[in-house]
């Protein structure tokens, strides 16, 4: 019997020293002490908050997410990196920076400021970017995919500064330097099971974190929900609200010479409803410009989606265009309404010059006061003061 005792106790403790060993090599989510210590309440490893299941609106079906599904463990390590000035070579510019929350994570600035200079376009709003046919980013498209793009601007001389040029450190080096930084670590380990870090996760964290940002809590959202269709009138709308919608969605109709004799304004030939993401095929839409120069540029062929881009006063949160040279929505309006047609411009979208002249809508005072207000049924505040998008250090 004695004998049984002492096997039994020596099982005993040899389970204790295996779940002991077990809890060093595979701490739980209660155990990381350096995000609780950098990021207190605003990160709770045991309580994460809520990125992959938020939602949304059974009549919102584009979604350019392929192989890189969001998590809240991934999304939360992309905030912590889209906000952490680390990324930047000097330890002053994060991508919180340029893509403010408050202002639908673009810039009040025409070009944001960089670690050596400006950027060369303005900050495109992120808002929904998710929610889109359109898989490739930057106004010109050069990224494949918004994986590709975020660590485009980490690699910018002008931007972040980590070029591998011109005297900068290389991607590699800022690898080295996130390795180096306990949170990181743990962060790393929660998200992808171990502390190994790379360009490509954190690529795939960053657009986690992007991609979670949503805005469906709209009166146009409301309306939408009522009807099932874009088309008919939306009970909560006003008669010009309801007005607006019917120009924004129905195309013009032109005579021979290329003056509107009726019919809606077409702006959803480009920007659809209801997600209003830019149709990938579009070509540039007669902004040529270029920030700080006198210079063209018919590049820029890509918008961010038209949800959140005015505030409460009915106004644009960011300037608009690529060069932020429409400061307001009447600017915008005017643009449309009489499309500048210039020889430097050889990638113009077809659909704004009808025939071969340039568009021209001849829009009327009471179609403009409606589309204005159609327009601010498309934006809500929720996003910009949501604590899941906000800067955690």
Same mark, same amino acid.
């Given at each position: 019997? =004695?004998?049984?005792?002492?096997?039994?106790?020596?099982?005993?403790?040899?389970?204790?020293?295996?779940?002991?060993?077990?809890?060093?090599?595979?701490?739980?989510?209660?155990? !990381?002490?350096?995000?609780?210590?950098? *990021?207190?309440?605003?990160?709770?490893?045991?309580?994460?908050?809520?990125?992959?299941?938020?939602?949304?609106?059974?009549y919102?079906?584009?979604d350019?997410?392929?192989?890189?599904?969001?998590?809240?463990?991934?999304a939360?390590?992309?905030?912590?990196?889209? !906000?952490?000035?680390?990324?930047?070579?000097?330890?002053?510019i994060?991508?919180?920076?340029?893509?403010?929350q408050?202002? #639908?994570?673009?810039?009040?600035?025409?070009?944001?400021? %960089?670690?050596?200079? *400006?950027?060369? =376009?303005?900050?495109?709003?992120?808002i929904?970017?998710?929610?889109?046919?359109?898989?490739?980013?930057?106004?010109?498209?050069?990224?494949?995919?918004?994986?590709?793009?975020?660590?485009?601007?980490?690699?910018?001389?002008?931007?972040?500064?980590?070029? %591998?040029?011109?005297?900068?450190?290389?991607?590699?080096?800022?690898?080295?330097?996130?390795?180096a930084i306990?949170? !990181?670590?743990?962060?790393?380990?929660?998200?992808?099971?171990?502390?190994?870090?790379?360009?490509?996760?954190?690529?795939?964290?960053?657009?986690?974190?992007?991609?979670?940002?949503?805005?469906?809590?709209?009166?146009?959202?409301? %309306?939408?929900?009522?009807?099932?269709?874009?088309v008919?009138?939306f009970?909560?709308?006003?008669?010009?609200?309801?007005?607006?919608?019917?120009?924004?969605?129905?195309?013009?109709? *032109?005579?021979?010479?290329?003056?509107?004799?009726?019919?809606?304004?077409?702006?959803?030939?480009?920007?659809r409803?209801?997600?209003?993401?830019?149709?990938?095929?579009?070509?540039?839409?007669?902004?040529?410009?270029?920030?700080?120069?006198?210079?063209a540029?018919?590049?820029?062929?890509?918008?961010?989606?038209? =949800?959140?881009?005015?505030?409460?006063?009915?106004?644009?949160?960011?300037?608009?265009?690529?060069? #932020?040279?429409?400061?307001?929505?009447?600017?915008?309006?005017?643009?449309?309404?009489?499309?500048p047609?210039?020889?430097?411009?050889?990638?113009?979208?077809?659909?704004?010059?009808?025939?071969?002249?340039?568009?021209?809508?001849?829009?009327?005072?009471?179609?403009?006061?409606?589309?204005?207000?159609?327009l601010?049924t498309?934006?809500?505040?929720?996003?910009?003061?949501?604590?899941?998008?906000?800067?955690?250090?």
């Amino acid at each position: 019997m =004695r004998r049984i005792h002492v096997l039994v106790g020596a099982l005993v403790a040899v389970l204790t020293l295996l779940v002991g060993a077990c809890k060093e090599s595979s701490p739980s989510l209660a155990t !990381y002490p350096a995000i609780k210590a950098t *990021f207190g309440t605003k990160i709770d490893p045991d309580n994460l908050a809520n990125y992959a299941n938020q939602g949304k609106p059974s009549y919102i079906l584009k979604d350019n997410t392929t192989d890189n599904p969001i998590t809240d463990k991934g999304a939360t390590l992309g905030r912590v990196l889209f !906000y952490d000035v680390n990324l930047s070579k000097d330890n002053t510019i994060s991508c919180g920076h340029c893509h403010k929350q408050q202002f #639908a994570f673009s810039d009040t600035a025409s070009a944001s400021s %960089g670690v050596n200079g *400006f950027t060369g =376009r303005h900050s495109m709003r992120l808002i929904n970017s998710r929610f889109s046919a359109e898989t490739k980013f930057f106004w010109d498209e050069r990224a494949g995919s918004l994986e590709n793009q975020t660590t485009q601007p980490v690699r910018d001389h002008k931007e972040m500064g980590f070029s %591998g040029a011109n005297g900068d450190p290389s991607i590699d080096d800022l690898v080295t330097k996130l390795k180096a930084i306990d949170y !990181y670590q743990e962060l790393f380990t929660m998200a992808y099971g171990n502390k190994d870090i790379t360009e490509q996760r954190i690529k795939n964290a960053l657009a986690q974190f992007i991609r979670s940002i949503q805005s469906f809590d709209t009166k146009f959202d409301a %309306g939408r929900a009522m009807v099932g269709n874009d088309v008919a009138p939306f009970p909560n709308f006003t008669i010009e609200e309801n007005q607006g919608k019917q120009l924004f969605i129905a195309p013009p109709q *032109f005579d021979v010479a290329s003056n509107r004799l009726g019919g809606g304004l077409g702006c959803q030939g480009c920007h659809r409803s209801p997600e209003f993401d830019i149709d990938p095929n579009t070509k540039n839409n007669g902004v040529i410009g270029v920030i700080g120069s006198l210079s063209a540029d018919i590049t820029n062929t890509r918008a961010p989606s038209l =949800r959140n881009l005015l505030g409460t006063d009915g106004e644009l949160i960011t300037p608009a265009m690529h060069d #932020a040279s429409l400061t307001t929505l009447d600017a915008v309006i005017d643009h449309y309404n009489a499309i500048p047609l210039s020889g430097a411009n050889t990638n113009l979208d077809n659909r704004l010059r009808p025939g071969i002249q340039a568009q021209k809508l001849q829009i009327t005072a009471a179609e403009r006061a409606a589309l204005k207000a159609f327009l601010k049924t498309l934006s809500s505040n929720s996003a910009s003061t949501d604590v899941r998008w906000s800067n955690p250090f």
